[in-house]
Nanobody, 117 residues
Framework: QVQLVESGGGLVQAGGSLRLSCAASGSIFSVAAMGWFRQAPGKQRELVASISSRGNPFYPDSVKGRFTISRDNTKNMLYLQIDSLKPEDTGVYYC???????????WGQGTQVTVSS
């Protein structure tokens, strides 16, 4: 079973930047698509970025231009760079490993991001 551990959240002023990290255990990381999801208070969890095993990113229009997802398969690490933070970016950010033929998907425990205006 893959374990995911996020870090890098915190309290930041609007306009600032944060870099979130997700450390993954196991050798399956390099062949799995990965994603970052956000859950704001009272709202459903939503995808904010995803990346294929080969490094091809995808962003919903709502965050395009401000969020950058990347991965380092040699270190089993996933990253999310968030620039020009807005108060509406506040929420718990979760790392997600997509299911593969060899494993079920997995979620991290989340890291809190709070953006003050």
């Amino acid at each position: 079973q893959v374990q995911l551990v996020e870090s890098g959240g915190g309290l930041v002023q609007a306009g600032g930047s944060l870099r979130l990290s997700c450390a993954a255990s196991g050798s399956i990381f390099s062949v799995a698509a990965m994603g970052w999801f956000r859950q704001a208070p009272g709202k459903q969890r939503e995808l904010v970025a995803s990346i294929s095993s080969r490094g091809n990113p995808f962003y919903p229009d709502s965050v395009k231009g401000r969020f950058t997802i990347s991965r380092d398969n040699t270190k089993n690490m996933l990253y999310l760079q968030i620039d020009s933070l807005k108060p509406e970016d506040t929420g718990v950010y979760y790392c997600r490993l997509s299911p593969t033929s060899a494993t079920v998907g997995a979620w991290g425990q989340g890291t809190q991001v709070t953006v003050s205006s």
